[in-house]
């Protein structure tokens, strides 16, 4: 028990110091960048651990997962929905989460809106695009990003915080490296336009393989799982 909580710990400050690098590489601090533990599969007592070390963030990516920890942990915790999310499932989750990463779409972004205009909310939301063209990748495309930004704008209860992307998996980060500068290139872009109800202040990148490349390039929320936790089964 004792090895196993030294374990997450132990994992947690080598992440926070790697950020630190990464951030000041970028001229930036690690007060900057924000650190959202991403917790699947993750069973609630090792998730405790990582609160009790004072990260409030906590990333899943199934509303049903997310939904069963958020009833068992109970705690004051900020819950992002990080993974494709179907328009049948907002429901379950618009009342919980503090951020939606997974935005990609018109028909969920609609959805979003409708439940979050029924209980009186505005719901966070970025925008996820796929950069690199893979297809096994979820988000949309860099050149519809724009319309899609644009669209939600004029959504009551829905706010565009920025964007998010998830890069292929590389032996050597530096390979990928171009999917980050894509979109902080992007995110500027969008930005120009000035929408009243929008902002680009969040770029959500970077996972444990690649989360100081992503830094680098300009990320100021990183979501890390693997080596917070150890590899998943
Ligand atoms: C699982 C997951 C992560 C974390 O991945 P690790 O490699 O374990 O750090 C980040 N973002 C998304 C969208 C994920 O599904």
């Known amino acids: 028990m ?10 947690l400050y080598s992440v926070m110091e790697r950020i630190e690098k990464a951030a000041s590489k970028s001229g930036r601090s690690a ?37 069963k920890k958020y009833d068992i942990l109970n705690r004051e915790c900020k819950w992002h929905l990080i993974g494709h999310l179907q328009t049948n499932k907002v ?43 893979e297809e096994s990748k979820f988000g949309i495309c860099v050149q ?17 915080k920025g964007l998010m992307t998830m890069a292929p998996y590389a032996e050597n980060p530096e390979g990928i490296r171009y ?7 992007l995110s500027i872009d969008i930005n120009k336009e000035k929408l009243d109800n929008s902002s680009m202040d969040i770029l959500s990148m970077g996972m444990s393989n690649d ?9 100021n929320v990183v979501r890390i799982g693997t080596a917070l936790f150890g590899r998943r089964s």
């Open 144 to 160: 519809e990003a724009y319309g899609l930004v644009r669209e939600i704008n004029s959504m009551a209860n829905v706010r565009v």
């Open 179 to 185: 999917v980050f500068s894509r979109l902080r290139d």
């Open 31 to 67: 007060k900057d960048i924000k650190l959202v533990a991403v917790t699947k599969t993750v069973e609630p007592d090792r998730i405790l651990k990582i609160l009790d070390e004072g990260i409030v963030d906590l990333g899943e990516n199934r509303v049903q997962e997310l939904t």
């Open 2 to 11: 004792i090895g196993e909580l030294d374990y997450i710990k132990r994992n």
């Open 91 to 133: 429901k379950y989750i618009v009342d919980k989460v503090s951020l939606i990463h997974s935005v990609d779409r018109i028909e969920l972004a609609k959805e979003i809106q409708k439940k979050a205009e029924a209980i009186g909310k505005t719901i966070d939301v970025l925008v996820q695009v796929n950069v690199s063209g």
């Open 211 to 219: 989360f100081e490349v992503a830094i680098e390039e300009g990320a």
